[in-house]
């Protein structure tokens, strides 16, 4: 249910409730002038920097000389200060890949304030898609399913678009099968390169059933973001009687006892405040975003501290 309606932001396109194309493509100007692309030999449109050390065009560092390293690349001038040979690494310039994981977890498609739970996901996937777009990655996006094939990797507008459209079908209403987050990543893993960017739409239920030794693997290899879908009713309850309806018929849950609401707790607030004291330790970047938070609010995660990867 939804009992609020949404603020005059950039979201004005769309009823809270289902995701449009419009109002996704819309977020575009959200993600203009937050930050710059960085420079390649091509300006901003060109191939982004990768954190592959190689022999690119793009001078990263210097190191001391290694039997077989080229002699063409030695840094004479370090060399003559320090009176051993160093040799230049340069950082390979190619197309990154973002790649948007989609929880589509019935959980999501639920909602109190500004929009559902599954609306704000489809937001924050644009936001990404546009984020790539502006970074000159090739984008691509999936969710956890058995038989729909992922969105193939594409650069430019044509890409985030496929990816968009695909966000308004899986966000509009609950998939008749899901195969689940851990299905998702396993497609994932087949996908990704060295470097490239995840970008992890997750409900906080879904994501405590990935098992923990999965994320250093990742985050060693790729930038790791996570994005936790939540809804102010449930990391603040009102200390009131709430009806709600479930298979078995009306259920009343009284959350002035505190019983009650240490066990509302336990159901909610943990698996959020779990993730973010124990991913950032494993590499993963998290960010719990609610449905009343601008969806484009997580973007200073991007590009911080990225992994340089052998």
């Known amino acids: 249910m939804r009992v609020q309606d949404p ?43 990768s954190p592959l050390r190689g022999r690119g065009m793009e001078y990263a560092e210097s190191r001391e000389y290694s039997i077989g390293d080229d002699a063409r690349h030695i840094d004479w001038r370090l060399t003559a200060r320090t009176g051993r040979a160093h040799t230049k690494l340069f950082q390979a310039e190619r197309e990154r890949l973002s790649l948007i994981v989609a929880d589509t977890a019935p959980s999501l498609y639920f909602g109190t304030r500004v929009r559902f739970k599954s609306v704000q996901a489809a937001r924050v996937g644009a936001v990404a898609a546009w984020a790539a777009v502006r970074d000159g990655d090739r984008i691509a996006a999936l969710r956890g399913s058995l038989r729909e094939a992922p969105i193939a990797p594409a650069a430019g507008s044509r890409g985030a678009l496929r990816v968009l459209d695909a966000l308004v079908r899986w ?3 609950a998939p008749a099968e899901d ?9 994932a893993e087949r996908l990704l390169r060295p470097g490239s960017r995840l970008v992890l739409l997750a409900d906080p239920h879904s994501l405590a059933a990935i098992p ?26 009102p200390k009131a009687m709430l ?8 259920v009343e849950l009284d959350l002035a ?3 009650q609401r240490q066990r509302w707790r336990n159901e909610f607030s943990a698996p959020v405040e779990a993730a973010l004291a124990r991913l950032p330790a494993r590499g993963v970047r998290v960010q719990a975003l609610s449905t009343d938070a601008a969806s484009e609010s997580w973007l200073p995660l991007l590009g911080r501290n990225r992994p340089l990867v052998a």
Do not use: M
């Not at 250093?216 to 990391?235: F, G, K, R, W, Y």
């Not at 009806?243 to 009306?250: E, L």
């Open 7 to 49: 603020p005059l932001e950039s979201t004005a396109i769309g009823n809270g409730v289902t995701p449009t194309l419009a109002e996704l493509i819309a977020l575009r100007a959200a993600v203009a002038g937050r930050r710059s692309a960085r420079l390649g030999r091509h300006g901003v449109s060109g191939h982004a920097l």
């Open 171 to 173: 966000y509009t209403q």
């Open 179 to 187: 195969a689940g987050l851990a299905v998702a990543l396993d497609h």
């Open 212 to 237: 923990e030794r999965r994320w250093p693997a990742l985050a060693q290899h790729h930038e790791v973001i996570v994005l936790l879908l939540t809804d102010p009713l449930e990391s603040a309850p």
């Open 243 to 250: 009806p709600f309806r479930g298979d078995s018929g009306r």
């Open 257 to 259: 006892v505190a019983a």
